[in-house]
Each structure stands twice: as C-alpha cells, then as structure tokens.
Nanobody, 120 residues
Framework: QVRLAESGGGLVQAGGSLRLSCAAS????????MGWFRQAPGKEREFVAN????????YYGDSVKGRFTISRDNAKSTMYLQMNSLKPEDTAVYYC?????????????WGQGTQVTVSS
C-alpha cells in the first residue's frame, strides 16, 4: 500500500502564496497518477489538479487554472502544489491522492489533508 503525507498548509492573506507538498511512501513504484483535491466547509470535494507520473502531463480545475502549478519529483516520490494569487474561495482542506491504475483516472490512496485558510 501507499502512505501519503501532506504538508505546507496554513493561514495566508488574499493574494498571497503557499506551497503544498505530498510525500508518498510504500509501494510507490506502481504510482500512475497523483492529484490534489480540496473540500471547503459546506461543499463537496473538488478536483484541483493532477499529474500523470510517467509523462508529467498535468490537468487543472477551472477555478485554479493560471494560479496553481502542480509538479513532481520522481526520485523522491513527492508531489507539490504551488498556489499563487490565493483567494478566500480557496479556503479548504487539501488532500493528496494516488492512483495505481485500478480504474482509469481513479485514486486508491488518500492523505489526511492539510488546512489552507485564505483571509480577505
């Protein structure tokens, strides 16, 4: 199995930046896809971004395009989310997830989440 650990969350003012990290351990050799999701109070889980591990192709949710950048370090089995121009609407718990290919585009492993709070 895969263990995921998010870090880098915190409190920031609108317009500021944060960089989230997701470190994966365990059977990371089977990783095909890593992604970020978030869940704000009173809302359902939302897709933020993902990266295909081998090709490096990235995808972003419409609400974060142009502001967030996802990247990976294959040797360290670590994924990052650089968040710029943060808005109060970005306030949420951010979760890291790993897909191993059981279902195309699916995710089998999830981290515990890290809180991001953006003040107005």
């Amino acid at each position: 199995q895969v263990r995921l650990a998010e870090s880098g969350g915190g409190l920031v003012q609108a317009g500021g930046s944060l960089r989230l990290s997701c470190a994966a351990s365990g059977r990371t050799f089977s990783t095909l896809n890593m992604g970020w999701f978030r869940q704000a109070p009173g809302k359902e889980r939302e897709f933020v971004a993902n990266i295909l591990w081998l090709s490096g192709r990235t995808y972003y949710g419409d609400s974060v395009k142009g502001r967030f950048t996802i990247s990976r370090d294959n040797a360290k089995s670590t994924m990052y989310l650089q968040m710029n121009s943060l808005k109060p609407e970005d306030t949420a718990v951010y979760y890291c997830a790993v897909g191993i290919g059981s279902t195309p585009g699916g995710y089998e492993y999830w981290g515990q989440g890290t809180q991001v709070t953006v003040s107005s």
